[in-house]
Structure formats: structure tokens, C-alpha cells
């Protein structure tokens, strides 16, 4: 197994390489003009409802590639191993608690509709600027609050229990006010691309470098707020307009702080680590939001490409993040 780092998740992305599904319903490729939201959701809560041998088969042979990335990515277990898999399921979601969950995501996200569409229309944007993408076959599950987004080969999935809003009583046990933000119905959209690009496009630099983390979380925020640009750059970043502004105030302020302290180029996990977290950057300034790296990665990128105009295909291909830096002439 594989595993994708990504900003959007509370927990790291599965990536299973070795399991070959196709992308539409009888296997061939999807387009973005039939992006239907398979809902494995539901059949699971059938099952708990009224476990039987013949609903068990038809789960098994309907979702039979999520069902194994599942058992291995919740419960630990072999793929090829259905009847485990179902006994973990079963036991898992008898906690009250967490059956409570079940039935108020189930019912929050009865519709989909708009999700469908306005995930075909991303897809379609995706698919037009990346000609050789394939899309996926694309599910909701519930986790209890676990992996936010699986990715698999041609196989993404959403928990749809981590965006119940920010009011939901439960979430204020688990999660801190900043990252409730994001744990909005407005967020499916851009978490379901997001974690499709960005297994299509695997991060490939030294994590431990400021600079290569920042232009690849830019260059994942550039293509996708042309995918959905009706989602303001704000609510991309998670922040409030009030932190938003901040960052444009102090952009300048912040990369100066960069260059001076030496945090750009010097592989330092540690120091790295605090621009990409969601908690205020108070090691930079008291109002200062979470995520700078992110942000400012996104304004080099920016102006990298409209200094050099290249294909979204070349800018994703692209590792070499010094050269991009140079060529973007970023000097806030």
C-alpha cells in the first residue's frame, strides 16, 4: 500500500496500486458527462439493518474493489477475505454512537444531485486541460469520523460523516473550530477533486523543503480553483475573509520572514511542517491563519503561470521548483 499526503484529509489517503477496476459502471473509462455517485453508504446501512447471506453477495459483488480497500484501510483486513470484512463492518457500526452518525449522515445526504453535477462540471474542466486523465468510479462510504477520502486505482470515495457542518454536536469532541470549517457539505466537491489530483499527481520533491511542498500544494490550488471557480479563494484556503485579507496585507511581510529565517530552501521536517498545519501560524504572528505555506505556494504558482503561460499538464509534470520559482519572478 501506498500512501498520498494531502492537505485536505484528516488522515492520510490510501492508495491501493495493485487493485485494476474500470471507471465507469461496466468498465470502461468515465466521462465527465456520467459521473454517478455510487452509494455504498446506503447498501452498508442495509446490511446493518437486515444482515442477510443474499446482501452480503450482492455488496460483494456490487462493490466488491471499495469493499476490499476498506477492510484494508479501516479494519486491517485481506481484501480477498469478504466474510471478515462484513464481520468488522457489523461490529464496528453497532456502537450506538456511531449508528446515530450513520442515520444523520444517511439523511443529510439523501440527495446528491447537485454534488453529481457540479462534480461533473470539474471533471470536465480536469479532462479538458489533462486529455490523458481517467476518471473514476466514484462512491461515499462512512468511516466514523476516519479516512475522509480513499483513493484507489480508478476508485474514489468519500466519508460523507466528516461534513455534517460545523454545528454537528459530535464534531466538538474530535475536532478543533478551525478544522470544522471544512467540514461543510460545501467541501464534498473540492475534497473529492482535490484528492483526485492529487493521486494523479503525487507529490514528487523533498518534503522536508519549504519550497517544493509550497509550489505543489499551489499548483493543486491553481487547477482546481479554475475547476470550481464559484468557490472563492477563501473558502479554497479554509480561512475567513478576515484571515484572507491578513495574507494579502502581509504577503510580502511573510516572504521575507521565509528568505530571512532560512525556512525556504534548508530540509528541516520540523520547521516545514508548521506552514502546512491548520492551526494558527503563531510562530509568525498571533493573527497569522494556518496553511501559509499553502497560500503563498498558490500565489507563486499564480504568477508563474501568467508569466509563462504553459499547459496545466506541463505545470503538473513539472518538479523543478527552483526553476519555477525563478521563472515566476515572485518578489511580493
Not at 54 to 63: F, G, V
Not at 73 to 82: H, I, K, N, V, W
Not at 265 to 276: L, S
Request: charged letters at 25%.
Amino acid at each position: 500500500m501506498k500512501f498520498l499526503r494531502t492537505g485536505l484529509c484528516f488522515l492520510l489517503l490510501p492508495v491501493m496500486s495493485a487493485i485494476q477496476t474500470g471507471c465507469g459502471p461496466n468498465g470502461q473509462n468515465a466521462t465527465a458527462t456520467d459521473v454517478h455517485i455510487r452509494r455504498f453508504d446506503r447498501e452498508v446501512y442495509r446490511l446493518l439493518l437486515t444482515d442477510t447471506p443474499a446482501l452480503q453477495r450482492q455488496i460483494a459483488a456490487d462493490y466488491a474493489p471499495l469493499l476490499e480497500v476498506i477492510g484494508k484501510s479501516l479494519f486491517g483486513t485481506d481484501g480477498a477475505q469478504t466474510p471478515a470484512v462484513f464481520d468488522r463492518l457489523l461490529d464496528y457500526y453497532a456502537e450506538p454512537t456511531l449508528k446515530q452518525l450513520y442515520r444523520d449522515a444517511l439523511k443529510q445526504y439523501e440527495d446528491v444531485e447537485t454534488i453529481e453535477n457540479e462534480l461533473e462540471n470539474g471533471f470536465r474542466y480536469l479532462q479538458s486541460r489533462f486529455p490523458g486523465m481517467q476518471l473514476p468510479a466514484v462512491y461515499m462510504h462512512v468511516s466514523g469520523l476516519r479516512q475522509n477520502v480513499i483513493v484507489a486505482d480508478s476508485l474514489l470515495s468519500l466519508s460523507i460523516d466528516k461534513y455534517l457542518g460545523a454545528d454537528y454536536p459530535l464534531y466538538r469532541d474530535f475536532f478543533s473550530p478551525v478544522r470544522l470549517r471544512r467540514m461543510e457539505r460545501a467541501y464534498v466537491v473540492p475534497d473529492y477533486l482535490t484528492a483526485w489530483l492529487m493521486s494523479e499527481y503525487p507529490f514528487k520533491g523533498d518534503e522536508r523543503i519549504l519550497l517544493d511542498r509550497m509550489i505543489y500544494e499551489g499548483k493543486i490550488k491553481y487547477i482546481l480553483h479554475r475547476a470550481c471557480p464559484q468557490f472563492a479563494p477563501d473558502r479554497w484556503m479554509g480561512y475567513t475573509p478576515e484571515e484572507y485579507r491578513w495574507c494579502r496585507q502581509n504577503e510580502k511581510t511573510l516572504w521575507l520572514l521565509m528568505i530571512e529565517r532560512k525556512h525556504l530552501y534548508t530540509p528541516h521536517a520540523p520547521t516545514t511542517a508548521r506552514y502546512f498545519s491548520d492551526a494558527p501560524s503563531t510562530f509568525v504572528d498571533d493573527r497569522a491563519p494556518g496553511n501559509l505555506g499553502v497560500w503563498i505556494g498558490w500565489q507563486i504558482v499564480t504568477q508563474y503561470m501568467n508569466k509563462t503561460h504553459v499547459l496545466p499538464e506541463n505545470l503538473m509534470n513539472d518538479g523543478d521548483y527552483r526553476e519555477m520559482l525563478r521563472k515566476s519572478k515572485y518578489k511580493p
